[in-house]
């Protein structure tokens, strides 16, 4: 399926089979074509030099950007070719789109189509009047016909004015690495459920945490993208098994090996909005030490209210709870939820519902997953560095079923060979194993036997859901 998603257009989410956080390879080096389309030439360009240290060379650079949020995974590099200046104009005549039609794009006689991974067009346009989005993106790479052969490739644009170089907190870059981290896969955006008259409201673009958010000023993409993209391994991110404490490293930090997110998963999807399509059936769990690109633009970190005027709001050090649903879609997405979800200043006070710039649970507080019972509390704060946070889960061992479903029973734990669940009264279920990183490895029918006997030793967790009700029971299953 071809996907195209617009900056300024939320994504549209079709609701299919449940899914699980599919964790790609690491992307690599990503080789890229710059292609910068100017017809009216109106003066306000920036040079090419310019253009080629804000992509990639100078310390504020998008490769500076990318090396650090993926902890040196991945890089981008690329050539900037010259300005167009003799294609067909862009708005004129037979053209309908802000950016120039595919058979143009794939059509730039020096541009070497067979070695590149993606290619970025800038259709430069500053004029008023226009209604085009500030970006566009692929979220995979598509098919074109060259004039060297037919060759794959993400393609994404972006259009606006340019601050380059060395300005992250301006729209330029930040728009870029929104629109690349779109063609790297991610093709949603991160939102935030916040209350607007009293009732949970899915805000689009709300998490101004994450590169995905409203503003996307600088900030690494959340946990959950940095676990798809496998730039958080298993060294990195830990599954909450049992009540404990834990310290979470600041997610924008290189530390190999340290703790940087935390993955909890609900025995009980919560649906805080019935109006809409989504639950969250896990949390990722993380901490914004606001270092490196991060803190380039904590002032941007603030409410603006109805009258343009601003909340401050610098307490921001503390928990990100992130609902992330695994049910509804091809594709994991992540929800921020705010933990001071009420308008500032009270109902009708203008609040502007736009940024949850509140969200993060402070010292001291605790927040308990509706309809599961497990809470988390911060009892330690070391502003840039860690958290501390206590997780209490219900307690799980072999022979205590902490929820049921029903007369549905799941056994043996230990298992060898073969875990099986019975159904007697013949509900409609599904069951999936994961293993603790998230990743489902079983997927089981109603009343089945799950053969395992192929899988390593360790931990894994096994999901029943009833799919009428959507009411779930979970289990740890240990594998000898
Ligand atoms: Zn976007």
Request: net charge negative; proline share 6%.
């Amino acid at each position: 399926m071809l996907k195209i998603y617009l900056l300024t257009v939320l994504s549209v989410l079709c609701c299919s089979a449940n899914a699980q956080v599919t964790v790609t390879s690491v992307l690599g080096p990503q080789e890229l074509a710059v292609v910068p389309f100017d017809y009216a030439m109106d003066g306000t360009e920036i040079t090419l030099a310019e253009m080629d240290s804000g992509l990639f060379v100078s310390p504020y650079s998008i490769r500076a950007f990318y090396e650090e949020a993926s902890y040196g995974k991945m890089t981008i590099r690329g050539i900037v070719y010259p300005y167009r200046t003799n294609q067909p104009p862009l708005f004129g005549t037979g053209y309908t789109s802000c950016y120039p039609e595919d058979a143009v794009i794939a059509n730039q006689p020096d541009v070497d189509y067979s070695i590149i991974d993606g290619i970025v067009i800038f259709p430069h346009d500053t004029a008023s009047g226009k209604s085009c989005s500030a970006g566009l993106s692929s979220s995979e790479k598509l098919p074109f016909s060259t004039p060297v052969g037919n060759h794959e490739f993400r393609r994404s644009g972006f259009r606006t004015q340019f601050y380059f170089p060395n300005d992250f907190s301006q729209t330029t870059s930040s728009t870029i690495a929104h629109e690349l981290m779109h063609s790297f896969g991610n093709d949603f955006h991160s939102n935030a459920y916040i209350k607007i008259d009293g009732e949970w409201t899915l805000q689009g673009y709300g998490n101004l945490f994450d590169i995905l958010g409203l503003r996307s000023q600088a900030s690494h993409p959340c946990s959950m993208i940095k676990h798809k993209l496998g730039w958080l391994t298993e060294n990195e991110i830990k599954t909450v098994q049992q009540t404990d404490t834990f310290r979470i490293y600041a997610l924008e930090k290189t530390l190999p090996g340290k703790t940087q997110a935390l993955i909890v998963e609900l025995p009980h999807a919560v649906d805080l909005q019935p109006n809409d399509a989504f639950a969250f059936d896990r949390l990722y769990l993380e901490y914004r030490g606001l270092t490196g690109f991060d803190y380039r633009s904590p002032a941007l970190r603030r409410v603006r209210l109805k009258d343009n005027s601003y909340h401050a709001n610098d307490n921001i050090h503390g928990l990100l709870v992130i609902g992330v649903d695994c049910t509804s879609g091809d594709d994991c997405l992540p929800m921020l939820i705010d933990m001071r979800p009420e308008p500032i200043g009270g109902l009708g006070a203008g609040y502007l519902p736009h940024e949850a710039s509140d969200a993060p649970l402070l010292l001291g507080e605790k927040y308990t997953v509706p309809g599961n019972e497990i809470s988390m509390e911060v009892i330690n704060v070391n502003e840039g560095n860690y958290i501390d946070v206590v997780i209490t889960m219900p307690a799980v061992a072999s022979s205590i079923e902490p929820y049921r479903l029903d007369g549905v029973e799941i056994y043996p734990s230990p298992a060898q060979d073969y875990i099986r669940i019975s159904n007697p009264n013949a509900k409609s279920l599904t069951a999936r194993l994961y293993d603790v990183y998230g990743n489902l490895v079983l997927n089981g029918e109603n009343g089945t036997t799950m053969d395992i006997s192929g899988l390593s030793a360790g931990v894994y967790i096994l999901i029943v859901r009833d799919i009428n009700t959507n009411r779930s029971m979970s289990r740890h299953i240990v594998k000898l």
